[in-house]
């Protein structure tokens, strides 16, 4: 037994690149798992952490409208119905000087102590006093506080709905106790500052309350409430705001699982590589009397140390990377969906375990095929590398009918339209494997096609090259598929956001008609602050404005949930705002201003399963109204998507007034900076700051937003082919080590030791070609599913698929530079190697 | 006298402001209760004239105000009841705030409300707080009426007597209607009453200690007719303890001949009696006279110890001097303590003629300074 172990430590010690590789191979794929996993968990913790803080024991909510519910209704619980347990709430959002959005949220201190809420520390002693008041104090988090080094009695520069402020915090949320990350990005103001600050005079955002199971009693509070006013339970709101990311955390996760994959292949490469350098070895060993099953033990637990070594330093790896996701992450979350201040990284401990356990069993599962290899063949049979291949070399048409098998299942899966997400990225994975499994029979073909070229040309240093690599299809096979695979989902991924991005430019070109735009700087995703009160009339007169359109965004309680509506008044309707799916959109569009009736946009077709002529319920100022669906049309803008309505049918419903955007339209002739700052001069006079902007401008910014978001995606597409090429680099290091008597007798028998380093470049080239040309369909197939599948049921929009030729390029260059860079090294120590030393070693 | 100095005190550390247990000792107490900003308030120097029926509403220039009535009450059925209501308000700042939020206030305001069952031999009390903006709670003069969530006290709709009070939680209901049969009474010099020798230390203080109570008590689901006599405490003023003192215990009692009897003890650290200490005797026809701390001796018959800890006295017997009177005291239950964010021990009481033994009236007892410290809800 010790001398196996001695022997196989030995045999690491002579080769120390190796070991390092093993470790590194485990440890990036740990590393890529772990990393996702706990950046995505962190988010989802972040989310019920905010959420909790905020909610803390409430049972129930009630909310108004746009406009919010008047305070009144909750005097009247109070004071009239005797509702004890119940407390108002006004939230809003605030820009501090480094540019991160904090959370205001206005409390009443009395109340809360009846709820006994998470605010209740900080309802307490003389700051709690100076909250109640002193205008403009606020508590902040102490997270929040320490980052942004502001300290109790400091002030605090705030924006908030454009406007600046001066805040004076009396102290932390926490008081002197431990920060608490829950409470991160969280500004505590008693309710009256709250609404001084939010410009909210009057009304409440929300009513919290503690309600025991009685629906009697909620039938009794509803009966109370104005028409537009709801009772709803704190879970099903919770759960409501949690299910607009499921879809993008679902996606998270896939890209997970994807690490998983290549980390896998990649721990196998390395795994497999280390055993079979010392097939040599081991043989001998069998010939002294090891049994077999000290081998396979010995080996096992080998690949175990190391796979816990590695994990180990995947693990550390992982972390470090999951704060830079995690940071992506939430921004990306902040740009789509809601804000979420908690930022604090979370590193859940099951998950880290989850990563480690992965690195050793993959390290074992892998080891475990060469293990067993080494240790059942006779041991002067596993001397000769021909034994291995000519099975090898047998089983690759079972493994190509495996692929094609896996890829027709795969395609079933894409296309069963009534099949969720979780199927469709099923069917992704399966397709990737099947062409993995492909790939050695299309190395094969490739390498007989390529030798037929040699001939004809008579290089017969590629003819050698090639030669080579398809004698030893069992390795390079598994290195080209991993490599293709990589390369594929790069080149799927690319094309998927470039045709995502044409999609998205030529939308705003349609939907961006009148050429400047007026709003009021918006602070969080999903909220809309209001104009001031007849300015679109005053920027109407401005000459050389033709007309003016108005758009009012809100969100609303819909039969469907809560919804996000837009009220419409273009002034123009011979040009559709929008592109339709079904009807004729100049036809549609005509009827607008006088239909009874709504559009709604696809990514809310699809969730909501809505069919042009379907009917669903809104909840109005004047009640619930049952309105059908005139028309669905593509939509790009948020993909919980959006009902769009006529301005006069909102006016007929809402009592409401306010506008949240106004567009100008140009006469012909005039110029756009002149009016622009005409504009300018109009809005100066306003109180509250307003954002101007050109159709030219909103565009471009849409356009970052699109990138930000896909920052994520760029950045995992570009680790995956990290891993791949860290893979490919241990491969064809096990390769050429393989060949390296072949070489030596090669070189023997007069290969100049520039030839010989030329046919090793030849070689790892020729695979990374292989790689670089079969990755080109399957990534033409990704994007296909992700474009046409993925997209559509994850967020409900669907693009045309834009193909072009430079990543196409791109990629194969990628796989082929990856090759050559991955063989460089072999290359220069064959070149180095005498032939003499290397003979010797029969 | 009654409990509201005290708990006006505390009511920046603890009422409001639910702190934890630890910074609830002794040493708080103490700290807070010589607190010296008076925040801009009015203080008490000298004598006023009464206003009445506007002095029944409130008094935003003083930092403290309370409403107080306290009653023994009486079932269909022999039952027997004690009750007490009260309503503080207490200013954290002086002056209206010039702000545009409805909720901008500068009181707060607490109400206390608690029910002896003497047949079912059970206490319970219940605390709440709240600020006075958008109408939550608060104080007016015209018509009276003083209230927090739906706890309320007001006057009849034509503006006077008799007036109206209700208070319900946790299935426990007190509708009552409030009339009295004496005019108000005002303690200590001309209503000033001093509470230490220090200039301003003292407050405006009436009562009206015979009132006639009527209504409807809900009592584990049943309705039950009650009717018996109250007692009203009025106070205002932005005062405190001194250093030197440690509590008071204070008493008002109706006797069956038609005189009323109201006396505080200002209790010092070391043991010894506040100069300060005095009460007032009214006849049966509403006239009154003061009484001087020595002419009420006042000894302790046994003690209670609480189960949150703390030891009370427990039984009096009271010599009235100047009548010539002696009279114990007994409480109809031994556990009667306000706990919550104050604690203090304020009972329905019998009196009895020390000589014969028979009952000779009822009252209310309150106790503070022996029990030290917040206790979280244990009286319910």
Same mark, same amino acid.
């Given at each position: 037994?010790?001398?196996?172990?001695?022997?196989?430590?030995?045999?690491?010690?002579?080769?120390?690149?190796?070991?390092?590789?093993?470790?590194?191979?485990?440890?990036?794929?740990?590393?890529?798992?772990?990393?996702?996993?706990?950046?995505?968990?962190?988010?989802?913790?972040?989310?019920?952490?905010?959420?909790?803080?905020?909610?803390?024991?409430?049972?129930?909510?009630?909310?108004?409208?746009?406009?919010?519910?008047?305070?009144?209704?909750?005097?009247?619980?109070?004071?009239?119905?005797?509702?004890?347990?119940?407390?108002?709430?006004?939230?809003?959002?605030?820009?501090?000087?480094?540019?991160?959005?904090?959370?205001?949220?206005?409390?009443?201190?009395?109340?809360?102590?009846?709820?006994?809420?998470?605010?209740?520390?900080?309802?307490?002693?003389?700051?709690?006093?100076?909250?109640?008041?002193?205008?403009?104090?606020?508590?902040?988090?102490?997270?929040?506080?320490?980052?942004?080094?502001?300290?109790?009695?400091?002030?605090?520069?705030?924006?908030?709905?454009?406007?600046?402020?001066?805040?004076?915090?009396?102290?932390?949320?926490?008081?002197?106790?431990?920060?608490?990350?829950?409470?991160?990005?969280?500004?505590?103001?008693?309710?009256?500052?709250? &609404?001084?600050?939010?410009?909210?005079?009057?009304?409440?955002?929300?009513?919290?309350?503690?309600?025991?199971?009685?629906?009697? &009693?909620?039938? &009794?509070?509803?009966?109370?409430?104005?028409?537009?006013?709801?009772?709803?339970?704190?879970?099903?709101?919770?759960?409501?705001?949690?299910?607009?990311?499921?879809?993008?955390?679902?996606?998270?996760?896939?890209?997970?699982?994807?690490?998983?994959?290549?980390?896998?292949?990649?721990?196998?490469?390395?795994?497999?590589?280390?055993?079979?350098?010392?097939?040599?070895?081991?043989?001998?060993?069998?010939?002294?009397?090891?049994?077999?099953?000290?081998?396979?033990?010995?080996?096992?637990?080998?690949?175990?140390?190391?796979?816990?070594?590695?994990?180990?330093?995947?693990?550390?790896?992982?972390?470090?990377?999951?704060?830079?996701?995690?940071?992506?992450?939430?921004?990306?979350?902040?740009?789509?969906?809601?804000?979420?201040?908690?930022?604090?990284?979370?590193?859940?401990?099951?998950?880290?375990?989850?990563?480690?356990?992965?690195?050793?069993?993959?390290?074992?599962?892998?080891?475990?095929?060469?293990?067993?290899?080494?240790?059942?063949?006779?041991?002067?049979?596993?001397?000769?590398?021909?034994?291995?291949?000519?099975?090898?070399?047998?089983?690759?048409?079972?493994?190509?009918?495996?692929?094609?098998?896996?890829?027709?299942?795969?395609?079933?899966?894409?296309?069963?339209?009534?099949?969720?997400?979780?199927?469709?990225?099923?069917?992704?994975?399966?397709?990737?494997?099947?062409?993995?499994?492909?790939?050695?029979?299309?190395?094969?073909?490739?390498?007989?096609?390529?030798?037929?070229?040699?001939?004809?040309?008579?290089?017969?240093?590629?003819?050698?090259?090639?030669?080579?690599?398809?004698?030893?299809?069992?390795?390079?096979?598994?290195?080209?598929?991993?490599?293709?695979?990589?390369?594929?989902?790069?080149?799927?991924?690319?094309?998927?956001?470039?045709?995502?991005?044409?999609?998205?430019?030529?939308?705003?070109?349609?939907?961006?008609?009148?050429?400047?735009?007026?709003?009021?700087?918006?602070?969080?995703?999903?909220?809309?602050?209001?104009?001031?009160?007849?300015?679109?009339?005053?920027?109407?007169?401005?000459?050389?404005?033709?007309?003016?359109?108005?758009?009012?965004?809100?969100?609303?309680?819909?039969?469907?949930?809560?919804?996000?509506?837009?009220?419409?008044?273009?002034?123009?309707?011979?040009?559709?705002?929008?592109?339709?799916?079904?009807?004729?959109?100049?036809?549609?569009?005509?009827?607008?201003?006088?239909?009874?009736?709504?559009?709604?946009?696809?990514?809310?077709?699809?969730?909501?399963?809505?069919?042009?002529?379907?009917?669903?319920?809104?909840?109005?100022?004047?009640?619930?109204?049952?309105?059908?669906?005139?028309?669905?049309?593509?939509?790009?803008?948020?993909?919980?998507?959006?009902?769009?309505?006529?301005?006069?049918?909102?006016?007929?419903?809402?009592?409401?007034?306010?506008?949240?955007?106004?567009?100008?339209?140009?006469?012909?002739?005039?110029?756009?900076?002149?009016?622009?700052?005409?504009?300018?001069?109009?809005?100066?006079?306003?109180?509250?700051?307003?954002?101007?902007?050109?159709?030219?401008?909103?565009?471009?910014?849409?356009?970052?937003?699109?990138?930000?978001?896909?920052?994520?995606?760029?950045?995992?597409?570009?680790?995956?082919?990290?891993?791949?090429?860290?893979?490919?680099?241990?491969?064809?290091?096990?390769?050429?080590?393989?060949?390296?008597?072949?070489?030596?007798?090669?070189?023997?028998?007069?290969?100049?030791?520039?030839?010989?380093?030329?046919?090793?470049?030849?070689?790892?080239?020729?695979?990374?070609?292989?790689?670089?040309?079969?990755?080109?369909?399957?990534?033409?197939?990704?994007?296909?599913?992700?474009?046409?599948?993925?997209?559509?049921?994850?967020?409900?929009?669907?693009?045309?698929?834009?193909?072009?030729?430079?990543?196409?390029?791109?990629?194969?260059?990628?796989?082929?530079?990856?090759?050559?860079?991955?063989?460089?090294?072999?290359?220069?120590?064959?070149?180095?190697?005498?032939?003499?030393?290397?003979?010797?070693?029969? | 006298?009654?409990?509201?100095?005290?708990?006006?005190?505390?009511?920046?550390?603890?009422?409001?402001?639910?702190?934890?247990?630890?910074?609830?000792?002794?040493?708080?107490?103490?700290?807070?209760?010589?607190?010296?900003?008076?925040?801009?308030?009015?203080?008490?120097?000298?004598?006023?004239?009464?206003?009445?029926?506007?002095?029944?509403?409130?008094?935003?220039?003083?930092?403290?105000?309370?409403?107080?009535?306290?009653?023994?009450?009486?079932?269909?059925?022999?039952?027997?009841?004690?009750?007490?209501?009260?309503?503080?308000?207490?200013?954290?700042?002086?002056?209206?705030?010039?702000?545009?939020?409805?909720?901008?206030?500068?009181?707060?305001?607490?109400?206390?409300?608690?029910?002896?069952?003497?047949?079912?031999?059970?206490?319970?009390?219940?605390?709440?707080?709240?600020?006075?903006?958008?109408?939550?709670?608060?104080?007016?003069?015209?018509?009276?009426?003083?209230?927090?969530?739906?706890?309320?006290?007001?006057?009849?709709?034509?503006?006077?007597?008799?007036?109206?009070?209700?208070?319900?939680?946790?299935?426990?209901?007190?509708?009552?209607?409030?009339?009295?049969?004496?005019?108000?009474?005002?303690?200590?010099?001309?209503?000033?009453?001093?509470?230490?020798?220090?200039?301003?230390?003292?407050?405006?203080?009436?009562?009206?200690?015979?009132?006639?109570?009527?209504?409807?008590?809900?009592?584990?689901?049943?309705?039950?007719?009650?009717?018996?006599?109250?007692?009203?405490?009025?106070?205002?003023?932005?005062?405190?303890?001194?250093?030197?003192?440690?509590?008071?215990?204070?008493?008002?009692?109706?006797?069956?001949?038609?005189?009323?009897?109201?006396?505080?003890?200002?209790?010092?650290?070391?043991?010894?009696?506040?100069?300060?200490?005095?009460?007032?005797?009214?006849?049966?026809?509403?006239?009154?006279?003061?009484?001087?701390?020595?002419?009420?001796?006042?000894?302790?018959?046994?003690?209670?110890?609480?189960?949150?800890?703390?030891?009370?006295?427990?039984?009096?017997?009271?010599?009235?001097?100047?009548?010539?009177?002696?009279?114990?005291?007994?409480?109809?239950?031994?556990?009667?303590?306000?706990?919550?964010?104050?604690?203090?021990?304020?009972?329905?009481?019998?009196?009895?003629?020390?000589?014969?033994?028979?009952?000779?009236?009822?009252?209310?007892?309150?106790?503070?300074?022996?029990?030290?410290?917040?206790?979280?809800?244990?009286?319910?």
């Amino acid at each position: 037994m010790a001398i196996l172990a001695r022997a196989n430590r030995r045999h690491f010690l002579r080769h120390p690149l190796q070991l390092l590789l093993a470790i590194i191979g485990v440890a990036l794929g740990v590393a890529m798992v772990v990393s996702i996993d706990l950046a995505a968990e962190s988010t989802h913790r972040a989310f019920s952490l905010s959420m909790e803080a905020l909610t803390g024991r409430y049972t129930h909510h009630i909310t108004g409208g746009p406009s919010g519910l008047p305070e009144s209704l909750f005097t009247r619980l109070r004071v009239e119905e005797g509702l004890r347990e119940t407390a108002p709430a006004i939230e809003g959002y605030v820009t501090v000087n480094d540019g991160s959005t904090l959370r205001l949220a206005g409390f009443d201190p009395f109340s809360e102590r009846n709820l006994r809420s998470r605010f209740v520390k900080a309802a307490r002693g003389d700051d709690a006093v100076r909250l109640l008041t002193e205008p403009d104090t606020v508590m902040l988090s102490a997270v929040t506080g320490q980052r942004l080094g502001i300290r109790p009695n400091d002030p605090m520069a705030i924006t908030v709905n454009g406007q600046p402020h001066q805040l004076k915090v009396v102290g932390y949320v926490e008081g002197d106790e431990a920060p608490d990350p829950a409470l991160e990005g969280l500004v505590l103001a008693d309710i009256a500052t709250a &609404q001084e600050l939010l410009g909210r005079i009057g009304v409440l955002d929300r009513i919290d309350l503690i309600l025991g199971n009685s629906p009697a &009693q909620e039938r &009794q509070i509803r009966s109370l409430l104005p028409p537009g006013i709801e009772l709803e339970s704190v879970a099903g709101r919770n759960s409501a705001t949690q299910n607009m990311t499921a879809a993008f955390e679902l996606n998270l996760r896939a890209m997970s699982l994807l690490a998983l994959l290549v980390g896998t292949f990649l721990i196998y490469n390395t795994m497999a590589f280390s055993v079979l350098q010392r097939r040599e070895l081991l043989a001998t060993l069998r010939i002294i009397g090891a049994t077999r099953g000290q081998l396979l033990r010995e080996i096992l637990i080998e690949a175990a140390l190391l796979g816990l070594f590695g994990g180990v330093l995947g693990l550390a790896f992982g972390v470090l990377a999951a704060k830079g996701l995690l940071h992506m992450v939430t921004r990306t979350i902040n740009d789509l969906y809601f804000v979420l201040t908690v930022t604090e990284f979370m590193p859940d401990p099951l998950i880290l375990l989850r990563g480690l356990a992965l690195g050793v069993a993959a390290a074992v599962i892998a080891a475990l095929g060469p293990a067993l290899e080494a240790a059942w063949a006779s041991p002067l049979a596993s001397k000769a590398r021909s034994g291995v291949e000519n099975r090898a070399r047998r089983g690759v048409p079972w493994l190509a009918v495996g692929g094609i098998l896996s890829m027709l299942i795969a395609i079933s899966l894409l296309q069963t339209e009534s099949a969720g997400l979780v199927p469709a990225i099923a069917g992704v994975f399966l397709l990737l494997l099947g062409y993995g499994l492909l790939t050695p029979l299309m190395l094969l073909g490739f390498a007989w096609s390529t030798l037929v070229l040699a001939r004809l040309s008579n290089t017969w240093l590629l003819r050698l090259a090639v030669r080579g690599v398809a004698a030893s299809v069992s390795r390079a096979g598994l290195a080209i598929a991993a490599l293709t695979i990589a390369v594929a989902v790069s080149v799927g991924v690319g094309t998927m956001i470039e045709s995502f991005r044409g999609t998205i430019a030529e939308w705003l070109d349609q939907i961006l008609q009148a050429d400047i735009y007026i709003a009021a700087p918006s602070t969080a995703a999903r909220y809309s602050p209001p104009l001031p009160n007849g300015l679109p009339e005053q920027l109407g007169r401005i000459d050389g404005v033709d007309k003016t359109g108005t758009g009012r965004r809100i969100i609303i309680s819909t039969s469907l949930g809560e919804s996000e509506l837009l009220a419409l008044d273009p002034p123009y309707l011979n040009q559709p705002g929008f592109r339709f799916k079904q009807a004729d959109g100049k036809v549609v569009w005509s009827t607008f201003p006088t239909m009874k009736a709504v559009f709604v946009s696809e990514p809310y077709a699809q969730r909501h399963h809505l069919k042009v002529g379907d009917s669903f319920e809104l909840v109005t100022d004047s009640g619930p109204i049952t309105l059908p669906v005139a028309g669905i049309f593509f939509d790009y803008r948020s993909d919980q998507g959006l009902i769009v309505m006529h301005r006069s049918l909102y006016d007929r419903l809402w009592k409401d007034g306010a506008n949240t955007s106004v567009g100008l339209y140009l006469k012909a002739g005039f110029d756009l900076e002149k009016i622009r700052q005409e504009v300018g001069l109009i809005l100066s006079s306003q109180q509250q700051p307003l954002v101007v902007r050109s159709n030219r401008e909103i565009r471009a910014a849409s356009l970052d937003t699109f990138e930000r978001t896909f920052a994520i995606t760029q950045v995992l597409r570009l680790l995956a082919v990290g891993v791949a090429f860290v893979g490919i680099l241990s491969a064809l290091m096990a390769f050429q080590y393989e060949r390296r008597r072949e070489l030596a007798v090669l070189r023997a028998t007069g290969l100049t030791p520039a030839q010989a380093g030329w046919l090793v470049l030849l070689q790892t080239g020729f695979m990374g070609l292989t790689a670089g040309l079969l990755s080109i369909p399957l990534g033409l197939a990704v994007a296909v599913a992700l474009v046409r599948v993925i997209n559509l049921r994850s967020f409900g929009w669907t693009m045309d698929l834009a193909v072009s030729l430079p990543p196409l390029f791109a990629a194969i260059t990628l796989a082929v530079f990856a090759a050559l860079l991955a063989g460089l090294y072999p290359a220069y120590q064959v070149m180095r190697v005498e032939p003499s030393a290397a003979l010797r070693e029969e | 006298m009654n409990i509201k100095i005290y708990l006006s005190s505390i009511f920046l550390t603890w009422a409001l402001l639910a702190c934890n247990q630890q910074k609830a000792t002794d040493e708080g107490v103490a700290a807070t209760l010589r607190e010296p900003d008076f925040a801009g308030f009015e203080r008490a120097y000298a004598p006023r004239t009464f206003d009445f029926p506007a002095d029944h509403g409130p008094h935003p220039d003083f930092r403290d105000e309370w409403w107080y009535v306290t009653g023994n009450l009486d079932g269909p059925n022999g039952q027997r009841f004690g009750f007490q209501i009260t309503f503080f308000r207490h200013g954290l700042k002086r002056g209206k705030p010039n702000r545009a939020s409805q909720w901008a206030g500068q009181d707060a305001n607490m109400a206390h409300f608690a029910l002896t069952d003497v047949e079912g031999k059970q206490y319970t009390s219940f605390q709440r707080i709240s600020r006075s903006g958008v109408g939550l709670a608060g104080a007016q003069t015209e018509p009276f009426k003083v209230w927090l969530d739906d706890w309320r006290m007001e006057a009849s709709p034509g503006g006077g007597f008799p007036w109206h009070f209700k208070a319900s939680q946790a299935g426990i209901e007190l509708d009552l209607k409030l009339d009295p049969r004496k005019p108000p009474v005002l303690n200590g010099n001309q209503g000033l009453s001093q509470k230490s020798a220090e200039p301003g230390n003292a407050s405006y203080y009436y009562s009206i200690t015979r009132m006639d109570a009527k209504g409807m008590l809900k009592l584990s689901g049943k309705d039950i007719p009650v009717h018996g006599l109250a007692w009203l405490d009025r106070e205002w003023s932005t005062s405190m303890l001194a250093d030197y003192q440690a509590g008071w215990d204070w008493f008002s009692l109706q006797l069956d001949d038609g005189t009323d009897l109201m006396f505080f003890r200002l209790r010092h650290k070391d043991g010894s009696d506040d100069p300060t200490s005095s009460g007032v005797l009214i006849a049966q026809d509403g006239q009154s006279s003061r009484l001087a701390r020595e002419e009420v001796l006042i000894e302790a018959l046994g003690s209670w110890e609480s189960p949150a800890g703390g030891v009370y006295p427990s039984g009096w017997r009271l010599t009235i001097k100047p009548t010539n009177r002696v009279i114990t005291i007994h409480p109809v239950l031994a556990d009667q303590e306000f706990r919550h964010d104050a604690r203090y021990w304020e009972g329905a009481v019998d009196v009895l003629d020390a000589v014969s033994g028979k009952p000779t009236g009822r009252g209310y007892v309150e106790l503070t300074g022996y029990a030290p410290g917040k206790v979280e809800r244990s009286g319910q």
